[in-house]
């Protein structure tokens, strides 16, 4: 258990519609990455929360949005969604500072669009 | 941006060594990692390597080699519960954002 959780775990949803997926990072990290994972491109990362704030941007597309709130939970939103946004989507989070820098995956939630 | 490479695909028998290779083209490299990840599960981590060299823990070892972009997962005495995806990932400047490859899908046979 990494420590990092993730709800739901699946979801299944239809074209046009608007889910949001939650993060609860590791107690004490302030970094929150939100991955997306299909079968054809590999882990894509979409973006990055750093104690409240965004920190990176990647391949997120205009229709998903996420934010980081004071406790550090996380959520992503993805709206209109489309056939091709199935996939499995990742939070993990890192401490930031010394040490090794690793980040830790939550379960992931597994989103089908139909 | 980043191009990170290794192959789609390797198999390999029980108990044997296997290499897996990765390659990566950056600008502010800032430390490579390796994941293991079984199917539908979330990725967790083996190794990190920033400086030259190679990085032992237990039966998995690490090696980077920075002035030639490359890196590999070494991983001895396989047993079958080391089938899965092992996926090569760097982080680029002073934030902890990783950009991965696309996974090398290990099978080991008995």
């Known amino acids: 258990d990494s420590g990092v959780t993730q709800t739901p775990k699946h979801l299944i949803t239809a074209t046009g519609q608007r889910v949001t997926l939650r993060c609860s990072p590791r107690?004490?990290?302030?970094?929150v990455y939100w991955y997306q994972q299909s079968l054809d491109q590999g882990l894509q990362f979409l973006i990055q929360y750093y104690n409240g704030e965004e920190r990176a941007k990647g391949n997120i597309l205009e229709r998903f949005s996420a934010q980081q709130f004071p406790d550090l939970h996380s959520e992503l939103n993805l709206s209109s969604l489309e056939l091709g946004d199935s996939a499995l989507y990742f939070c993990?989070?890192?401490?930031?500072?010394?040490?090794?820098?690793?980040?830790?995956f939550g379960q992931g939630t597994r989103l089908t669009v139909v | 941006g980043q191009n990170i490479d290794q192959p789609t695909e390797m198999t390999a028998t029980e108990g044997a060594i296997v290499q897996i290779n990765c390659t990566y083209q950056t600008s502010g490299f800032n430390g490579l990692f390796w994941y293991q990840q079984h199917a539908g599960e979330a990725p967790t981590f083996l190794s990190y390597n920033v400086l030259d060299g190679l990085e032992e823990k237990g039966r998995f070892s690490s090696f980077l080699s920075r002035s030639k972009g490359y890196s590999y997962l070494l991983l001895k005495e396989l047993q079958m519960k080391d089938s899965a995806s092992y996926l090569c990932?760097?982080?680029?400047?002073?934030?902890?954002?990783?950009?991965f490859g696309g996974g090398t899908r290990l099978m080991v046979k008995p």
């Open positions: 993990a989070s890192g401490r930031g500072g010394e040490g090794i820098p690793e980040a830790f």
């Open positions: 990932a760097v982080r680029e400047g002073a934030g902890n954002m990783l950009t």
């Open positions: 107690s004490g990290d302030l970094s």
